[in-house]
């Protein structure tokens, strides 16, 4: 059945994209992240204009997002002091983020930038996932505890000044870390439609040392808020939020979350992460080999204005 | 332009001026709006049409050529040129398309290069190939010679889309007079108000003209959709949003478990 999709412009079957949003939905529930990363370069793949599909994917975010933070806002493993010092940050990256957008693409380079912010972000991240859990699996065979993390280990990211105290995560640290962590993550995802997860919870738990009681919660709320204000301000400044492509994505997306979670659960946490290092890391070289090998078309077109 | 501006002056002195012309062209459309639902995959509108002797003449010829020309509403378009820079392909050239229709159909009984000749076909714009399509090049505005690459991708993507084409049998005549064109509207047309100018050629030569239009509209909740997109971006983004929160709270609800 065919669903006519009215800013993308063209008609897409609605089997398809709900399905893709299962299979996306079904991810992000077992992993615990928002699934942008994968959901994009989808839509991008089925004809979907890119601007588009980015703009449409922050609100199927949200969404997802919302349902998993009321979740472990009913278990209480929220850090709510947190997640507002990361979200009044966030918010300006994303400000940010969709203004770059913008200028981008009066360029014609946004499809270059979306291209190379995949490579780098998730060949970098997915890497770094699974050489960690490697290494986290080989000391769990030599019988050693499978996390090193040390309670009272300092870096010099805690020498920082305007310190502050995060009673539910036991944290003592800087504001300025959590500032700029929170700005990258709402200035990515501006760009790349992408709610940040993969990116924020290993940044959390590294640089800040957020205990994993706290940090899915907590990433779940900031990745609902700047994908919410990402959405109103595509929606206001490039009018490119496609309401009906989002709508059926968040049908599916939430279902296959829901699945999802129920697998996630079953697994030891290395494990995961291992898996979706993997994951991620397949999907920046498929974006890299796109990059590289030469394109089936050189000329594209881009709407300039109607007359 | 400039270009354009001259043909048309010239086209209709010599219509005017030609004695022959003992020909009217009368046209009828099946459908004068074409309305894009959810649903909608597509459909060809049929124009049908007869060949008058003009008042107080009666004489016919036998062997007409008729040539319709559908164009969309107009859209400036940028055709671009990856190239590899560093290893990477990224868009480095790029030529603009002013004003080029969004949707061009040259529907004729036979191939139009065997109506008549290069130079007729040219000074009236009839085929693909002979169509104005001009480029902003620097400061100044023309059109290129017909194997310039962009001129050639522009035409190629656009007819790889559907929205471009000749079909030279889409035209046939039922009597010698009589005929019918099939007028094809694709599923992902744009929306707006299309000409039709329909050109009848005897002997090589343009004997007779008229034109007509159809509009393409977008109705039902996907106009309401777009419009509301348009107009009230922040509105639009707000509802959004909100609808995505109601769809992740309503997930929540349902599938709680204690």
């Known amino acids: 059945m065919q669903v006519y999709l009215p800013i993308a412009d063209l008609p897409v079957n609605i089997f398809l994209v709900l399905g893709m949003g299962l299979a996306v939905g079904f991810i992000s529930g077992m992993f615990g992240i928002g699934g942008g990363f994968l959901m994009t370069p989808l839509l991008i793949f089925i004809g979907i204009p890119s601007a588009v599909a980015v703009a449409s994917v922050s609100s199927h975010i949200a969404a997802s997002s919302f349902t998993g933070a009321i979740a472990y806002w009913r278990k209480g493993a929220l850090d709510v002091a947190l997640a507002m010092m990361l979200l009044s940050a966030g918010i300006v990256g994303t400000a940010t983020g969709v203004w770059l957008f913008t200028k981008l693409r009066e360029l014609d380079q946004l499809d270059l930038m979306i291209g190379l912010s995949y490579v780098t972000l998730l060949t970098v991240v997915g890497g770094l996932m699974i050489y960690e859990s490697v290494r986290a699996e080989m000391r769990a065979h030599q019988g050693m505890p499978a996390t090193l993390r040390r309670p009272g280990s300092h870096t010099w990211l805690h020498g920082l000044p305007f310190k502050l105290r995060f009673k539910r995560s036991k944290i003592y640290v800087s504001a300025i870390p959590v500032w700029a962590i929170g700005f990258i993550i709402g200035f990515v995802g501006a760009i790349m439609g992408i709610g940040g997860g993969f990116l924020l919870v290993p940044m959390l738990i590294y640089f800040l040392r957020v205990p994993t009681v706290t940090v899915i919660g907590t990433s779940m709320v900031l990745t609902l808020v700047t994908m919410a204000s990402a959405t109103v301000m595509h929606a206001a400044t490039n009018h490119l939020v496609d309401a009906i492509l989002a709508l059926m994505l968040m049908v599916g997306g939430v279902i296959g979350a829901q699945f999802g979670a129920r697998t996630g659960q079953k697994m030891r946490g290395e494990r995961l992460r291992l898996l979706l290092g993997l994951l991620v890391f397949t999907v920046g070289l498929r974006f890299a080999y796109q990059l590289v090998v030469q394109p089936d078309d050189l000329f594209s077109l881009r709407h300039v204005g109607s007359e | 332009m400039r270009r354009l501006a001259l043909t048309i002056p010239i086209v209709l002195i010599a219509c005017g001026l030609r004695p022959a012309a003992a020909e009217r062209l009368v046209v009828s459309l099946s459908n004068h709006r074409v309305a894009v639902t959810s649903s909608f995959v597509g459909e060809d509108l049929v124009l049908f049409g007869t060949v008058e002797p003009d008042a107080g003449k009666t004489t016919l010829r036998s062997a007409y050529d008729l040539v319709v020309t559908v164009t969309g509403p107009r859209q400036t378009l940028r055709t671009r040129r990856k190239q590899r820079v560093l290893g990477i392909w990224v868009n480095a050239d790029s030529r603009e398309f002013v004003r080029a229709p969004t949707y061009l159909a040259v529907l004729s009984n036979r191939p139009v290069s065997d109506i008549t000749d290069q130079a007729t076909l040219r000074k009236l714009q009839v085929g693909l190939d002979h169509f104005l399509l001009p480029q902003r090049i620097g400061p100044d505005i023309a059109d290129t010679v017909l194997d310039d690459p962009f001129r050639v991708a522009f035409v ?103």
């Open chain 2, 156 to 258: 190629r993507l656009k007819r790889q889309l559907g929205l471009y084409r000749e079909a030279s049998s889409a035209v046939t005549f039922l009597t010698p007079t009589v005929f019918r064109a099939a007028i094809p509207v694709p599923d992902d047309v744009p929306t707006g108000i299309y000409a039709i100018d329909v050109k009848l050629f005897a002997g090589g030569a343009l004997v007779a003209s008229t034109n007509s239009a159809l509009e393409v509209i977008k109705t039902g909740v996907e106009q309401y959709v777009a419009d509301a997109a348009r107009d009230h971006g922040l509105l639009y983004g707000l509802l959004t949003t909100l609808m995505a929160l109601l769809t992740g709270w309503l997930a929540s609800v349902v599938f709680w478990r204690e």
